[in-house]
């Protein structure tokens, strides 16, 4: 039976994966419609879809038809085509089991070429392809023709606007069930699946429609020209499929809607002339033609992984955004000890245009001097022949040494890096250390260094009135290259403990360095067991046994066969990166209590982050939330805080609007969590480690 459960969950997200979203429950509701309000539709879209199934199944590419997940309604939706113009019979049975394996070849052969030549989904171009194959084989077919096979009819809904009415059998149009009854049901469904997709439907259906009104005149040809169902298509696409839902995809997804219009028009008559519908064939084009011109131009906000709704994807890309920035290399402080950021990117100085992404590091004294005494002499200066690391692990490629430290208050402006290294990283860039002090560089061209190697001392070589240490990162070996931006792993500011972040010009940093033992109880190893004690109120109890997994990229995971929780040791810390499964997995509170730990936890020591909506409120409330936040981003205002109370134990608390909880974690020396607290509102549900855990003992 759990064999049977993955290919389940997929044939019904095929089913909601036609309106973009992917819930099982959706999509048996759907396949309930489909089989109750038209059984010979209903049952031959079935048949199809299974055909695909099983030929993946017997030629061994069962993976393969989980893994296009929802693109599989391509042989529903061909099967839905084949159901709508031919009566169920044995004939037309075997053509459907031939359609439907043509189809999924089809499928599986669009997706791949798409994916890497061009970086595109296939959408439902297999379907308009496959559909108009069987029509145009039926004109030989004539025993399969049916005519008047839909004499069933479905009383209500007499008197509706017309532009209602227009809409919702345009959205049962989709599934070949042109009714307002129909439309109407499947809006529910979308509405409770995802407020955003319900909301991109009707206003891409309007946007089109209301167009066409301008064009023709007739409010009778813009609302029942059951074609515009692809304008739904293409603004639930673009707006908040394949673009992160924002005020901006929304109106491109209103304009590429208007777009399809004298496309839509174009098509129909064209196919019309064949005796032939067009299918979805504008929605495919239109949406194809925006995603690929948006690609090819670096748009910064198209949607790397869907998951699921648009606005599981929203929570995720903004959560993410703020806790791992993709727009910068991560790399270590390059000293050891209090240091003070003396200029920073666009400085008052030196960085600037194409050398803006740079960083001055001074040390300072508690009335923020540079050095004591008078300041004549390269000595008084704290800084001074202080050790500079490497903050990146690669290659020297390039070291220069021997030029003297400037005199304070000179500089050396015909070699103004003075003695510097130079570093390439595999990833792809070069790390500069520069004004180092003459006869201090440890490290020649050719040598391999390590994050937090010693390179050298910080000197005043160069064009530096007084000694610092500059640090850049830059595209090529040559000194001049443009800078690029970067952030740091891990620093501390006052006792707070800051991640993948960059201080700014006059703030006092020291490094975040990992304590080995902590580190060594959140190595989380494959194939670890741990049981767990679920105290809720009342006394209730239950049993969680956790194990870490490992996912096919490589990312590990713990879970309790219900819910997986990513996690990592990024840097300095240790981070729960992304929770997949239901919110009634306990689970989910190791994500709330503890999404981040610093590695060199002691008493004092504070930090914040950001959480997901989907690990703290039930499903409808996180939905309205991100609907209204889509719109205004500022509306999300989530503090999250967690403050340090030993070298292994913790405690947060987390407010969102009305929402509060206090948390409390405490790390097992050995390996793994102890004890994980939530509280909120007079509640308080514990996670407590069994003791003589024999799997971890």
């Given at each position: ?451 937090g190697a010693l390179v050298g001392l910080c000197g005043s070589s160069g064009y530096s009135p007084e000694p610092h240490l500059h640090l850049h990162l830059q595209t090529g070996p040559e000194l001049g ?64 046994h956790l194990e870490v997994k490992m996912a096919p990229d490589g990312t590990f995971y713990l879970t309790d066969g219900k819910a997986r929780l990513y996690f990592a040791q990024r840097g300095a810390a240790f981070c729960f990166l992304n929770y997949e499964g239901t919110n009634r997995s306990p689970l989910r509170w190791f994500f709330l209590a ?104």
């Amino acid at each position: 039976m759990r064999d049977l459960r993955p290919v389940a969950n997929s044939i019904l997200n095929s089913y909601s994966g036609v309106l973009f979203f992917s819930r099982p429950a959706g999509g048996l509701a759907i396949l309930l419609f489909t089989l109750v309000l038209n059984p010979n539709l209903g049952l031959s879209a079935l048949v199809c879809l299974l055909s695909a199934y099983l030929c993946a199944r017997l030629l061994g590419l069962k993976e393969d038809f989980l893994r296009l997940d929802f693109y599989i309604y391509n042989p529903l939706l061909v099967g839905l085509s084949i159901g709508y113009f031919f009566r169920l019979d044995l004939l037309s049975l075997l053509f459907l089991v031939l359609m439907g394996v043509f189809t999924f070849f089809l499928t599986y052969g669009l997706s791949s070429a798409f994916s890497y030549y061009l970086r595109l989904p296939v959408l439902s171009l297999p379907f308009v392809i496959g559909s108009l194959i069987a029509t145009l084989a039926s004109y030989h077919y004539s025993n399969l023709f049916v005519k008047a096979l839909y004499a069933r009819k479905l009383f209500l809904f007499t008197s509706l606007p017309l532009w209602l009415d227009g809409f919702l059998r345009a959205l049962g149009a989709v599934f070949f069930m042109p009714h307002p009854l129909v439309g109407l049901g499947l809006f529910l469904v979308l509405l409770l699946a995802s407020r955003i997709l319900a909301f991109l439907a009707l206003a891409g259906y309007l946007a089109g429609s209301l167009l066409v009104y301008l064009f023709t005149g007739s409010s009778a040809e813009a609302f029942s020209n059951l074609a515009h169902f692809n304008f739904i298509l293409i603004a639930m696409a673009l707006g908040g499929v394949f673009l992160i839902p924002s005020p901006r995809s929304y109106l491109l997804a209103l304009i590429a809607s208007a777009m399809a219009v004298p496309l839509t028009e174009a098509s129909r008559a064209f196919w019309e002339r064949f005796g032939l519908p067009a299918f979805a064939l504008p929605f495919n084009l239109t949406t194809l033609l925006v995603l690929y011109a948006l690609g090819v131009s670096g748009y910064r906000r198209l949607t790397g992984y869907y998951r699921g709704t648009p606005e599981s994807t929203l929570d995720h890309y903004l959560t993410w955004e703020k806790r791992f920035p993709s727009t910068a290399w991560e790399v270590e402080l390059p000293v050891s000890g209090r240091w003070t950021v003396w200029q920073g990117p666009d400085g008052q100085f030196t960085h600037k245009g194409p050398w803006r992404y740079a960083l001055d590091f001074v040390i300072t004294d508690e009335e923020g001097r540079t050095h004591g005494g008078d300041g004549t002499r390269l000595e008084d200066y704290y800084a001074y022949r202080k050790p500079v690391l490497s903050p990146v692990s690669g290659r020297v490629v390039e070291v220069v040494d021997g030029l003297p430290d400037e005199p304070p208050g000179s500089a050396n402006r015909e070699q103004p890096w003075g003695n510097y290294v130079v570093i390439h990283d595999q990833r792809g860039f070069y790390a500069v250390l520069a004004h180092l002090s003459p006869g201090t560089v440890k490290v020649k061209k050719g040598d391999w260094v390590v994050k937090g190697a010693l390179v050298g001392l910080c000197g005043s070589s160069g064009y530096s009135p007084e000694p610092h240490l500059h640090l850049h990162l830059q595209t090529g070996p040559e000194l001049g290259s443009p800078t690029i931006p970067f952030l740091f792993s891990g620093y501390l500011r006052n006792g707070e403990f800051h991640a993948l972040s960059l201080p700014a010009e006059g703030e006092t940093v020291e490094p975040a360095l990992p304590e080995k033992r902590l580190k060594q109880s959140l190595n989380l190893l494959l194939g670890q067991k741990f049981t767990y004690e679920v105290q809720g109120e009342e006394g209730s109890e239950e049993i969680l046994h956790l194990e870490v997994k490992m996912a096919p990229d490589g990312t590990f995971y713990l879970t309790d066969g219900k819910a997986r929780l990513y996690f990592a040791q990024r840097g300095a810390a240790f981070c729960f990166l992304n929770y997949e499964g239901t919110n009634r997995s306990p689970l989910r509170w190791f994500f709330l209590a503890a999404p981040r730990i610093p590695l060199n936890l002691r008493p004092g020591i504070s930090w914040s982050d950001h959480l997901p909506l989907e690990i703290l409120l039930p499903p409808l409330k996180k939905g309205l939330y991100l609907f209204l936040i889509s719109f205004w981003p500022s509306f999300l205002r989530l503090e999250a805080r967690y403050q340090a109370l030993g070298r292994f134990d913790f405690r947060g608390r987390i407010i969102f609007n009305d929402y509060e909880v206090e948390t409390a974690v405490k790390i097992h020396p050995l390996a793994g969590f102890e004890e994980v607290v939530i509280r909120r509102k007079g509640r308080t549900l514990r996670l407590r480690r069994r003791e003589n855990d024999e799997e971890n003992a």
